[in-house]
């Protein structure tokens, strides 16, 4: 059993030490090519408002091919309808224009699916839009806001928000309630 809880806790250090090599990684391939960029995440945010139709996150990312893309995912009726009842889409494309034309498809894949009904149980309980929460964190903070994720993190409902500044990648949360700024894990 001892045994077995040790290998256990490896094994998830191992994949933790795994993802954040990944991610570093990852940023860094992003923050080469994110100054292509000629549309800002705040500008996606607020294009992909459509009637009822609410962002629940979004980000820069590089696509299949290794080109920038811009990524929003949505709840198609709004945030007042849970997550059985509402579609959810993700907007993509290339942000490289000064349109910024994206593709639209319904989200199928099961691991994107709970992530976007745990970002609309997130926003569902938020004072502020996520636009609102994006355009605080530019203000904050210098560099560009290239992700928004709201979760459930340490029992408080926040949102992620990443900034890239001279090569570096910064994360803070906000409160969706109350929109400021809050520190996790203290």
């Known amino acids: 059993m001892v045994i077995g809880v040790v290998l256990s806790l490896g094994m998830h250090n191992n994949q933790q030490a795994f993802a954040e ?7 860094d391939a992003l923050l080469k090519v994110l ?13 992909a408002v459509k009637g009822a139709e609410a962002p629940i996150s ?8 290794g080109k ?6 949505t709840a198609e009726k709004g945030l007042a309808v849970d997550s059985q009842n509402n579609v959810f889409k993700e907007l993509s494309g290339s942000p490289e224009s000064v349109k910024w034309n994206p593709e639209s498809e319904v989200i199928k894949d099961e691991g994107d699916l709970v992530h976007a009904k745990e970002q609309l149980t997130v926003l569902s309980k938020a004072k502020i839009s996520l636009l609102d929460l994006v355009t605080k964190a530019e203000k904050d903070y210098h560099g560009t806001v290239f992700a928004a994720f ?11 928000v990443k900034i890239a500044q001279d090569g570096q990648v910064s994360e803070h949360y ?6 400021n700024e809050v ?3 203290e």
């Open 21 to 27: 090599n990944e991610k570093n990684e990852n940023y």
């Open 35 to 47: 100054q292509q960029s000629k549309v800002s995440l705040c500008e996606g945010l607020r294009q």
């Open 58 to 65: 979004a980000k820069f990312e590089l696509d299949d091919k």
């Open 68 to 73: 920038l893309s811009l990524s929003i995912y």
């Open 150 to 160: 709201p979760e459930v993190k340490d029992n408080k409902y926040v949102c992620e």
């Open 174 to 179: 906000y409160d969706v309630v109350t929109g």
């Open 183 to 185: 520190k996790m894990g």
